[in-house]
């Protein structure tokens, strides 16, 4: 008979939708108190945003608000974007601790690293958009603006279209935690990641085709990172599966095993 997870207990479905509330509960009250405390540098923040772009606006040119509510909606809605973004320790924390109980201590200690592992790595990507995809682009888009017309970018238009860049590297920074998963579990091998390297190659740049604007560049930015992330995630993968294959140690026995009887 296989043993339960450790310190797994009995409980009836009503304390598990309690915990389930108790901690999304929590997660909203994060991103709520992240929010109020933000708000105040609101204008701030968008300022800070949207530096990429009026970098390279036209001497003499600003950005516009077209619609009545955007000068602050906008700000609005980036300060509780940001907060989102800020809460995400805090949301994988909660989550953390809700499906932690069922794990077994081996499976602890590869999903603690993973954890961490994919916030790093989100912020990572969004500050790779922010510091070296941004003036990139922006830069392009003026350069090829036609004479006679002038760049003057909407505030709300140029929200919705940083954040989607933003969201999509900071998933795609995620690839390496997905590939270790997939090969942890043993959905997939290493072998055959390594076979379909090639079509694994086009699909990134598809899905930096469908992610991001419609530019070659920031396609390019997007597809590039996620093939070398990928091959990261295929290194990290075979070290996990040689560790696994590799015998335990006399002393140490397996915690999803029943412990030898004595002699």
Same mark, same amino acid.
């Given at each position: 008979?296989? =043993?339960?997870?450790?310190?797994?207990?009995?409980?009836?479905?009503?304390?598990?939708?309690?915990?389930? =509330?108790?901690?999304?509960?929590?997660?909203?009250? $994060?991103? !709520?108190?992240?929010? !109020?405390?933000?708000?105040? !540098?609101?204008?701030?923040?968008?300022?800070?945003?949207?530096?990429?772009?009026?970098?390279?606006?036209?001497?003499? *040119?600003?950005?516009?608000? +077209?619609?009545? *509510?955007?000068?602050?909606?906008? /700000?609005?809605?980036? +300060?509780?974007?940001?907060?989102?973004?800020? $809460?995400?320790?805090?949301?994988?924390?909660?989550?953390?601790?809700?499906?932690?109980?069922?794990?077994?201590?081996?499976?602890?200690?590869?999903?603690?690293?993973?954890?961490?592992?994919?916030?790093? &790595?989100?912020?990572?990507?969004?500050?790779?958009?922010?510091? &070296?995809?941004? %003036?990139?682009?922006?830069?392009?888009?003026?350069?090829?603006? /036609?004479?006679?017309?002038?760049?003057?970018?909407?505030?709300?238009?140029?929200?919705?279209?940083?954040?989607?860049?933003?969201?999509?590297?900071?998933?795609?920074?995620?690839?390496?935690?997905?590939?270790?998963?997939?090969?942890?579990?043993?959905?997939?091998?290493?072998?055959?990641?390594?076979?379909? =390297?090639?079509?694994?190659?086009?699909?990134?740049?598809?899905?930096?085709?469908?992610?991001?604007?419609?530019?070659?560049?920031?396609?390019? &930015?997007?597809?590039? %990172?996620?093939?070398?992330? !990928?091959?990261?995630?295929?290194?990290?993968?075979?070290?996990?599966?040689? =560790?696994?294959?590799?015998?335990?140690?006399?002393?140490? +026995? /397996?915690?999803?095993?029943?412990?030898?009887?004595?002699?």
């Amino acid at each position: 008979m296989s =043993r339960l997870p450790e310190n797994d207990q009995e409980m009836p479905l009503v304390s598990h939708l309690t915990e389930l =509330r108790t901690r999304l509960l929590r997660c909203v009250g $994060a991103i !709520f108190l992240i929010f !109020f405390c933000l708000f105040y !540098f609101a204008q701030t923040i968008y300022t800070l945003v949207s530096a990429p772009l009026r970098k390279y606006l036209p001497e003499g *040119a600003t950005m516009i608000a +077209t619609d009545v *509510a955007s000068p602050f909606l906008t /700000p609005f809605k980036l +300060t509780m974007i940001v907060a989102l973004f800020l $809460a995400m320790p805090v949301i994988l924390h909660q989550v953390w601790g809700f499906i932690a109980p069922g794990l077994y201590k081996h499976e602890k200690r590869i999903a603690v690293p993973l954890l961490i592992s994919s916030i790093i &790595l989100f912020y990572a990507g969004m500050a790779f958009a922010y510091f &070296l995809v941004f %003036p990139i682009i922006f830069h392009f888009f003026a350069s090829v603006t /036609p004479e006679g017309v002038s760049m003057m970018t909407d505030i709300a238009s140029y929200l919705d279209f940083v954040m989607t860049l933003f969201f999509a590297f900071g998933v795609a920074f995620e690839i390496p935690v997905a590939v270790v998963l997939l090969i942890w579990i043993g959905v997939v091998d290493v072998e055959y990641l390594r076979k379909i =390297r090639p079509y694994v190659i086009i699909g990134c740049f598809v899905v930096g085709m469908i992610l991001t604007p419609p530019d070659i560049f920031s396609q390019t &930015l997007l597809a590039v %990172p996620m093939w070398l992330l !990928f091959e990261l995630g295929i290194l990290a993968g075979s070290l996990i599966r040689k =560790r696994q294959s590799e015998p335990p140690d006399e002393d140490e +026995t /397996p915690s999803d095993q029943p412990p030898a009887p004595l002699s």
